[in-house]
């Protein structure tokens, strides 16, 4: 198989899965005050440290969680839902998190916040926290953070992003973005799935949304997923690495990006115009169904994805393509292109062959360019 759905999931990176095979002897309880308890303590320690450096937060401002969206649920609940604002193309994950009763921040046909509408909204003094993405998990495109958190302090309201995808896909450092919250995920970043990590600024004290034991501080009660932490942390330490094979990535993407839009009419790419991702590829074939081409790929032994790929197998149309105008028969024939550090330059030809094949048989456009350039 080739797998080109990084967004979704990437492979347990060796490292992570080493560091948890030799810390699988340790059974203590980090809040335990006997040796076995200490000594998972203090391995703890180390990951909090390791990790803190990795992304640039504090020590203190990691709140180890089960994942990303339980930290995007802790943050948003930090204020009542009629005083949050998200942008329309979060994640579901925010958006079920803020509620109906929150403001969505509408987007430009580029897929980036519209800034003018979100400083029209904070105008109104009633929204105390806004939440921004820093990367699309759908189309790639990143977000204007620093101008977002700008506005947003002006009129005294709160930031919490999204850099689930961001992180070892582009320089990444938490202290430097200006916000005040942001999530974390360790399987998007090649640590084990199951794990996430909410990044506070120093001095914002949050309230627990899981309350009994004492855990993190007092803001996330519950015994910590020890292994899950050290695979974490593991996964950390080799982000510059990642961060270097990104231009590769880059560059076979864009090579597969010219050939559709050099050969494929009836296809758009999402966001094309707008700062991305180097490893995001948005497409749509129109008049094609997104389970129709995520079929035929897997067929032909290619894993993608139609979109969000956390929805529990379930396809629908897009919420992030149609807040950038796309109507719901578009929004609904996308998929992502997303690949990763096992991922080739032949991987990319492949995966163009077989796109391009299926283009041909839906739009019966002959092609005059050999189906490996």
Same mark, same amino acid.
């Given at each position: 198989m080739t797998y080109l759905d990084h967004n979704a999931t990437t492979p347990l990176k060796p490292q992570a899965a080493a560091r948890m095979a030799h810390m699988a002897g340790l059974w203590g309880n980090a809040s335990s005050v006997h040796r076995y308890g200490r000594e998972v303590r203090q391995h703890m320690m180390a990951a909090r440290h390791t990790l803190s450096g990795a992304v640039g937060a504090t020590p203190a401002g990691i709140v180890f969680c089960s994942g990303a969206t339980e930290a995007l649920h802790l943050a948003l609940a930090q204020c009542a839902p009629t005083q949050v604002a998200y942008t329309a193309i979060e994640h579901d994950a925010v958006r079920a998190a803020a509620g109906t009763q929150a403001t969505v921040i509408p987007a430009t046909p580029d897929g980036v /916040?519209?800034?003018?509408?979100?400083?029209?909204? @904070?105008?109104?003094?009633?929204?105390?926290?806004?939440?921004?993405? @820093? +990367?699309? =998990?759908?189309?790639?495109?990143?977000?204007? /953070?620093?101008?977002? *958190?700008?506005?947003?302090?002006?009129?005294? *309201?709160? $930031?919490?992003?999204?850099? $689930?995808?961001? $992180? !070892?896909?582009?320089?990444?450092?938490?202290?430097?973005?200006?916000?005040?919250?942001?999530?974390?995920?360790?399987?998007?970043? !090649?640590?084990? +799935? &199951?794990? &996430?990590?909410?990044?506070? #600024?120093?001095?914002?004290?949050?309230?627990?949304?899981? #309350? !009994? &034991? !004492?855990?993190?501080?007092?803001?996330?009660?519950?015994?910590?997923?020890?292994?899950?932490?050290?695979?974490?942390?593991? *996964?950390?330490?080799?982000?510059?690495?990642? @961060?270097?094979?990104?231009? =590769?990535l880059s560059a076979w993407k864009n090579a597969f990006e010219e050939k559709i839009v050099a050969h494929a009419p009836h296809a758009t790419i999402a966001g094309r115009r707008a700062p991305r991702l180097p490893n995001t590829t948005c497409v749509i074939m129109k008049n094609t169904p997104s389970e129709t081409q995520v079929v035929t790929m897997d067929l032909e032994g290619i894993a993608i994805s139609a979109g969000a790929a956390c929805s529990s197998g379930r396809v629908k149309p897009s919420h992030v393509l149609q807040a950038m105008g796309f109507d719901a028969a578009d929004a609904a024939s996308a998929i992502r292109i997303s690949s990763g550090r096992t991922t080739t330059e032949a991987d990319y030809v492949q995966a163009w062959q077989v796109w391009l094949s299926l283009y041909q048989r839906k739009h019966s456009t002959p092609s005059t360019t050999p189906l490996a350039a």
């Amino acid at each position: 198989m080739t797998y080109l759905d990084h967004n979704a999931t990437t492979p347990l990176k060796p490292q992570a899965a080493a560091r948890m095979a030799h810390m699988a002897g340790l059974w203590g309880n980090a809040s335990s005050v006997h040796r076995y308890g200490r000594e998972v303590r203090q391995h703890m320690m180390a990951a909090r440290h390791t990790l803190s450096g990795a992304v640039g937060a504090t020590p203190a401002g990691i709140v180890f969680c089960s994942g990303a969206t339980e930290a995007l649920h802790l943050a948003l609940a930090q204020c009542a839902p009629t005083q949050v604002a998200y942008t329309a193309i979060e994640h579901d994950a925010v958006r079920a998190a803020a509620g109906t009763q929150a403001t969505v921040i509408p987007a430009t046909p580029d897929g980036v /916040v519209h800034l003018i509408a979100l400083e029209k909204i @904070l105008q109104q003094g009633s929204i105390k926290l806004v939440a921004c993405m @820093l +990367a699309n =998990n759908e189309t790639g495109v990143l977000q204007p /953070v620093a101008d977002v *958190a700008a506005l947003a302090k002006k009129y005294g *309201a709160m $930031v919490v992003v999204d850099a $689930v995808q961001a $992180v !070892g896909k582009i320089p990444f450092h938490f202290g430097s973005l200006g916000v005040d919250m942001a999530a974390i995920s360790a399987h998007k970043m !090649g640590g084990p +799935a &199951g794990m &996430g990590a909410l990044l506070v #600024r120093e001095g914002l004290d949050i309230r627990p949304i899981l #309350r !009994g &034991g !004492g855990q993190e501080m007092n803001r996330r009660a519950g015994t910590e997923n020890f292994l899950g932490i050290m695979g974490f942390a593991a *996964a950390a330490e080799t982000l510059e690495a990642d @961060l270097a094979f990104q231009q =590769n990535l880059s560059a076979w993407k864009n090579a597969f990006e010219e050939k559709i839009v050099a050969h494929a009419p009836h296809a758009t790419i999402a966001g094309r115009r707008a700062p991305r991702l180097p490893n995001t590829t948005c497409v749509i074939m129109k008049n094609t169904p997104s389970e129709t081409q995520v079929v035929t790929m897997d067929l032909e032994g290619i894993a993608i994805s139609a979109g969000a790929a956390c929805s529990s197998g379930r396809v629908k149309p897009s919420h992030v393509l149609q807040a950038m105008g796309f109507d719901a028969a578009d929004a609904a024939s996308a998929i992502r292109i997303s690949s990763g550090r096992t991922t080739t330059e032949a991987d990319y030809v492949q995966a163009w062959q077989v796109w391009l094949s299926l283009y041909q048989r839906k739009h019966s456009t002959p092609s005059t360019t050999p189906l490996a350039a």
